[in-house]
T-cell receptor, first 115, second 110 residues
Framework: NAGVMQNPRHLVRRRGQEARLRCSPMKGHSHVYWYRQLPEEGLKFMVYLQKENIIDESGMPKERFSAEFPKEGPSILRIQQVVRGDSAAYFCASSPGVGREETQYFGPGTRLLVL | EDQVTQSPEALRLQEGESSSLNCSYTVSGLRGLFWYRQDPGKGPEFLFT???AGEEKEKERLKATLTKKESFLHITAPKPEDSATYLC???????????FGKGTLLTVNP
């Protein structure tokens, strides 16, 4: 049973470019979460999505950042006009979304470097 | 606002030297407390979920316990392969997002 998949694993962008990070949840999971890990800081929640719905985006910056989880295909975290401060590891997690079992299983992350 | 504080920040042990990691938390309406392990360059790997005070869970050399204010991760007779950063996180009943501590970096020397 494949785990959470993220791609690319590493992404280099110049300031002002766009970054697109993709996440495929575990099979049978319908809930997706995005977290960001800055150097020397803990993991910070960004956004929680279900298929075609954003449930909670309270941790996502209001400008330049957006997320989607379409009916078909992976979840996408999009960062427009990247700045150096966006350099971080971005992790996606998924959970079954059924009953009490809401353990989140994490992917390997995408390391974004903004030059 | 939910808060999670882990201590110590770093811990060095000799192989076989048992110890405990601490996770103190403040949360309004706890749904669950989670322990993860993170190796360098990888994503967090799920270890345990604890739901109520007094609960304990074990897996190999690890044992997690929970009180109303803190959780402990006990490591018995650790091996070098237990070296990693151990992360603690809390989840509220009212939503599903995880609030993480900064982690404890454990190094086990052979």
């Amino acid at each position: 049973n494949a785990g959470v998949m993220q791609n690319p694993r590493h992404l280099v962008r110049r300031r002002g470019q766009e970054a697109r990070l993709r996440c495929s949840p575990m099979k049978g999971h319908s809930h997706v979460y995005w977290y960001r890990q800055l150097p020397e800081e803990g993991l910070k929640f960004m956004v929680y999505l279900q298929k075609e719905n954003i449930i909670d985006e309270s941790g996502m910056p209001k400008e330049r950042f957006s997320a989607e989880f379409p009916k078909e295909g992976p979840s996408i975290l999009r960062i427009q006009q990247v700045v150096r401060g966006d350099s971080a590891a971005y992790f996606c997690a998924s959970s079954p979304g059924v009953g009490r079992e809401e353990t989140q299983y994490f992917g390997p992350g995408t390391r974004l470097l903004v030059l | 606002e939910d808060q999670v504080t882990q201590s110590p920040e770093a811990l060095r042990l000799q192989e076989g030297e048992s110890s405990s990691l601490n996770c103190s938390y403040t949360v309004s309406g706890l749904r669950g407390l989670f322990w993860y392990r993170q190796d360098p360059g990888k994503g967090p790997e799920f270890l345990f979920t604890l739901y109520s005070a007094g609960e304990e869970k074990e897996k190999e050399r690890l044992k997690a316990t929970l009180t109303k204010k803190e959780s402990f991760l006990h490591i018995t007779a650790p091996k070098p392969e237990d070296s990693a950063t151990y992360l603690c996180a809390v989840q509220r009943r009212s939503n599903y997002k995880l609030t993480f501590g900064k982690g404890t970096l454990l190094t086990v020397n052979p």
